[in-house]
């Protein structure tokens, strides 16, 4: 790393020069600042509360850049530096206000002992305002200048932005229960967002769900030391999804400054615009769920269990691919539908027992759930396999099937002809590489037109989707002493690697796990 005289060497200050230098670096700067007020207050002995909260954070995240050039020396007394180009400090200033308002009155009036009604309604609104400022300037008259006064230089960059959303909504909710035997709940949400056109701002997004404890029936006469509770419940809803770019309806220009003086000066430039998609509008998924509510051993074990169907329509993804000369990125937009199934499961153990005449208090839950998902609609009338198409499992993986690998030149010129994947320098086929199998058995090992119906010797070998992801909870409790540990998983996912496992792979990679053994 160092000469004889205790200089940086080419090499050394071309890798970690910044580093043992000390001076070149970015100071990172993040501060946040929450506060939530609260009241509440009742009516008519409380059958009446009406509740609210405002908060207001504020979240700064600054930067602070220095790049002065790095010394090392080749020869003897003579002095170069790395980076002569910069020389430059950087201040950037990014600040975030968000404030949010919730106000809502619950009403619970008492007509009997065998009918309970409660009734929600509320108002909520939040909104985001962000601003950057970023200065950047070089001619830093010494290497430890920490103050932009201190560069002198005449490249000066100024640059700032700005993003700003709100979103604003009503919500209800009505629950009523007979006996608390049928157990009946409405819901709805109002919501307008800042984030689509005017005329696709609003939505109203209903629900209803139903129960029927069963343990409460008259004609149950089952001990409840085996079975406590039973209940079983259904529901049927929609919610909308707004998380999108604040200004994905509206073009967008690229100003910036010219890199070519003109006159003296450095004229403005404005970029292509950004292509926007048309009828932007919310993202609703339709649930569909039954379930049940199991306690037995006097509620010590309990057991939940959910299948439900979702239905995504409008799902906010990228455009079919478009052809090179369209000239920019396909813009987001409402573009698929979807259907998701699943199913969830709790089984829980809560029991307690007495250690040291206390009371020891201990808990065992398993978690277990699975889910598939199937593309419905998407503009993919060829259902190409680079993009969405009709009756996709969402996460599938295309890949060829490995035949074992090429044992002789013989072996190579007797096979389908395989142009694909090579492991060897020289471009050509050699005896120890992986031979691929001819599903198509037009002798040519390829892609087809890669489409579903011609993917030519490609099959789907397996799906990203995490399936059977299940979790344990343990926890205790015992004289003010607790402990409580939690382990997940996955029960079945095929992986297939990326970009960032090429080290763990090495250089084959390529053509080695881009298809798994038929097998």
Same mark, same amino acid.
């Given at each position: 790393?160092?000469?004889?005289?205790?200089?940086?060497?080419?090499? +050394? #200050?071309?890798?970690?020069?910044?580093? *043992?230098?000390?001076?070149?670096?970015?100071?990172?700067?993040?501060?946040v600042f929450r506060?939530?007020?609260?009241?509440?207050?009742?009516?008519?002995?409380?059958?009446?509360?009406?509740?609210?909260?405002?908060?207001?954070?504020?979240?700064?995240?600054?930067?602070?850049?220095?790049?002065?050039?790095?010394?090392?020396?080749?020869?003897?007394?003579?002095?170069?530096?790395?980076?002569?180009?910069?020389?430059?400090?950087?201040?950037?200033?990014?600040?975030?206000?968000? %404030?949010?308002?919730?106000?809502?009155?619950?009403?619970?009036?008492?007509?009997?002992?065998? !009918?309970?009604?409660?009734?929600?309604?509320?108002?909520?609104?939040? !909104?985001?305002?962000?601003?950057?400022?970023?200065?950047?300037?070089?001619?830093?008259?010494?290497?430890?200048?920490?103050?932009?006064?201190? #560069?002198?230089?005449?490249?000066?960059?100024?640059?700032?932005?700005?993003?700003?959303?709100?979103?604003?909504?009503?919500?209800?909710?009505?629950?009523? $229960?007979?006996?608390?035997?049928?157990?009946?709940?409405?819901?709805?949400?109002?919501?307008?967002?800042?984030?689509?056109?005017?005329?696709?701002?609003?939505?109203?997004?209903?629900?209803?769900? #139903?129960?029927?404890?069963?343990?409460?029936?008259?004609?149950?006469?089952?001990?409840?030391?085996?079975?406590?509770?039973?209940?079983i419940r259904g529901?049927?809803?929609?919610?909308?999804? $707004?998380?999108?770019?604040?200004?994905?309806?509206?073009?967008?220009?690229?100003?910036?400054?010219?890199?070519?003086?003109?006159?003296?000066?450095?004229?403005?430039?404005?970029?292509?615009?950004?292509?926007?998609? /048309?009828?932007?509008?919310?993202?609703?998924?339709? %649930?569909?769920?039954?379930?049940? /509510?199991?306690?037995?051993?006097?509620?010590?074990?309990?057991? =939940?269990?959910d299948a439900y169907?979702?239905?995504?329509?409008?799902?906010?993804?990228?455009?079919?691919?478009?052809?090179?000369?369209?000239?920019?990125?396909?813009?987001?937009?409402?573009?698929?539908?979807? =259907?998701?199934?699943?199913?969830?499961?709790?089984?829980?153990?809560?029991?307690?027992?007495?250690?040291?005449?206390?009371?020891?208090?201990?808990?065992?839950?398993?978690?277990?759930?699975?889910?598939? #998902?199937?593309?419905?609609?998407?503009?993919?009338?060829?259902?190409? &396999?680079?993009?969405?198409?009709?009756?996709?499992?969402?996460?599938?993986?295309?890949?060829?099937?490995?035949?074992?690998?090429? %044992?002789?030149?013989?072996?190579?010129?007797?096979?389908?002809?395989? =142009? &694909?994947?090579? +492991?060897?320098?020289?471009?050509? &086929?050699?005896?120890?590489?992986?031979?691929?199998?001819?599903?198509?058995?037009?002798?040519?090992?390829?892609?087809?037109?890669?489409?579903?119906?011609?993917?030519?010797?490609?099959?789907?070998?397996?799906?990203?989707?995490?399936?059977?992801?299940? $979790?344990?909870?343990?926890? +205790?409790?015992?004289?003010?002493?607790?402990?409580?540990?939690?382990?997940?998983?996955?029960?079945?996912?095929?992986? *297939?690697?990326?970009?960032?496992?090429?080290?763990?792979?090495?250089?084959? =990679?390529? !053509?080695?796990?881009?298809?798994?053994?038929?097998?």
């Open positions: 790393m160092f000469n004889p005289d205790g200089t940086l060497t080419y090499s +050394a #200050a071309y890798t970690v020069g910044d580093f *043992w230098y000390g001076k070149n670096g970015i100071d990172m700067d993040r501060r506060n939530t007020a609260d009241f509440s207050a009742k009516f008519f002995d409380d059958k009446l509360r009406v509740n609210g909260n405002f908060t207001f954070q504020t979240t700064d995240n600054n930067e602070y850049r220095t790049r002065v050039p790095v010394p090392y020396s080749r020869k003897p007394g003579v002095i170069e530096y790395v980076g002569t180009n910069y020389n430059d400090l950087q201040n950037l200033y990014r600040q975030t206000l968000y %404030t949010a308002t919730n106000l809502y009155a619950e009403y619970e009036p008492r007509f009997s002992p065998n !009918h309970y009604v409660k009734v929600l309604a509320g108002y909520n609104y939040e !909104h985001s305002n962000y601003r950057k400022l970023e200065v950047i300037r070089n001619g830093l008259i010494y290497p430890d200048a920490k103050d932009l006064s201190l #560069a002198l230089g005449q490249s000066i960059t100024t640059n700032g932005g700005m993003e700003t959303w709100a979103i604003v909504g009503g919500f209800y909710r009505l629950n009523y $229960g007979f006996k608390d035997r049928y157990l009946l709940e409405l819901n709805g949400r109002y919501d307008g967002s800042s984030k689509f056109p005017t005329d696709q701002r609003y939505a109203f997004f209903p629900s209803v769900s #139903a129960g029927w404890r069963v343990s409460n029936e008259p004609f149950w006469k089952v001990s409840p030391k085996a079975i406590t509770d039973l209940k529901s049927y809803g929609s919610l909308g999804n $707004g998380s999108i770019a604040s200004y994905a309806f509206q073009e967008q220009f690229n100003i910036s400054q010219s890199g070519r003086v003109l006159g003296g000066v450095k004229p403005q430039k404005t970029g292509q615009p950004t292509v926007i998609p /048309d009828g932007l509008t919310w993202e609703t998924s339709t %649930t569909s769920d039954l379930g049940i /509510d199991l306690g037995m051993l006097n509620n010590r074990l309990t057991f =939940t269990g169907i979702r239905k995504t329509k409008g799902m906010f993804t990228t455009g079919m691919t478009l052809p090179a000369v369209f000239g920019t990125d396909v813009p987001k937009g409402n573009y698929a539908d979807l =259907t998701t199934k699943g199913w969830e499961a709790v089984l829980t153990w809560r029991d307690k027992l007495q250690v040291s005449s206390k009371p020891f208090n201990y808990e065992v839950r398993l978690t277990m759930s699975d889910y598939q #998902a199937t593309i419905d609609k998407f503009n993919n009338p060829n259902q190409r &396999l680079t993009d969405y198409y009709a009756g996709q499992k969402v996460g599938e993986i295309w890949g060829f099937e490995t035949a074992g690998y090429f %044992t002789s030149t013989d072996d190579i010129a007797n096979s389908p002809k395989q =142009t &694909l994947y090579k +492991a060897s320098n020289t471009g050509q &086929l050699l005896p120890g590489d992986i031979k691929f199998r001819d599903l198509n058995g037009d002798g040519v090992i390829n892609n087809g037109d890669n489409t579903v119906a011609n993917p030519g010797d490609r099959r789907i070998i397996g799906n990203s989707t995490p399936r059977y992801t299940y $979790g344990i909870m343990l926890g +205790a409790d015992w004289n003010n002493f607790f402990f409580s540990a939690f382990f997940q998983g996955v029960g079945k996912q095929d992986w *297939w690697p990326g970009s960032e496992a090429g080290i763990f792979w090495g250089n084959i =990679t390529a !053509h080695i796990i881009s298809c798994r053994n038929g097998n």
